[in-house]
T-cell receptor
């Protein structure tokens, strides 16, 4: 599999429920980021977590990073219909250059 | 709030033609990137640019592609001879530091016919 693989591929929940998305990656990283993309639109940066951090919060978002397992999770609490979007994890490999590798994304659908 | 601006939002071109996609990064940023997203697929890294030269590029970024920062504000991606498979959404991004978050533009949808 490729760097930055999210699961599940698709997630459907009721408004008010929590949504958890996972990401696994292969190589050592400098940081890991989560982005949101509404259908056909640009990418919105949500949160960045560095390789020496384990957990980070931003509003209703909680991100964890486990570098020993090469995995991360994004938790959206008390989801809203407006959270409906695709969510991508993106890793910055520790290769010396500047690039971000995106996963295939999780498509989240929040039902009102 | 400062943002990355891309023009045009949609471009249709004939196969074999040259296209230039334009981006105005956030003004105090130093790192610039191009990505593409074929419809329904993942976002793919093309190239990063720092200090007036390419920092890193992917296998996709072959001799048909080039980037330029012709002045202090624009960052362009040129595709010399477009192919049908170049049809995609192209995203420009910029960042203030190399290992910090990149801010993305809204994208240019390129359709090659």
């Amino acid at each position: 599999s490729q760097q930055g693989e999210e699961d599940p591929q698709a997630l459907s929940i009721q408004e008010g429920e929590n949504a958890t998305m996972n990401c696994s990656y292969k190589t050592s990283i400098n940081n890991l980021q989560w982005y949101r993309q509404n259908s056909g639109r640009g990418l919105v940066h949500l949160i960045l977590i560095r390789s020496n951090e384990r957990e980070k919060h931003s509003g209703r978002l909680r991100v964890t990073l486990d570098t020993s397992k090469k995995s991360s999770s994004l938790l959206i609490t008390a989801s809203r219909a407006a959270d409906t979007a695709s969510y991508f994890c993106a890793t910055e490999p520790n290769t010396g250059g500047f690039k971000t590798i995106f996963g295939a994304g999780t498509r989240l659908f929040v039902k009102a | 709030e400062p943002e990355v601006t891309q023009t045009p939002s949609h471009q249709v071109t004939q196969m074999g033609q040259e296209v230039i996609l334009r981006c105005v990064p956030i003004s105090n940023h130093l790192y610039f990137y191009w990505y593409r997203q074929i419809l329904g697929q993942k976002v793919e890294f093309l190239v990063s640019f720092y200090n007036n030269e390419i920092s890193e590029k992917s296998e996709i970024f072959d001799d048909q592609f080039s980037v330029e920062r012709p002045d202090g504000s624009n960052f362009t991606l040129k595709i010399r001879s477009t192919k049908l498979e170049d049809s995609a959404m192209y995203f420009c991004a910029s960042g203030s530091l190399g290992y910090n978050e990149a801010f993305f533009g809204q994208g240019t949808r390129l359709t090659v016919v």
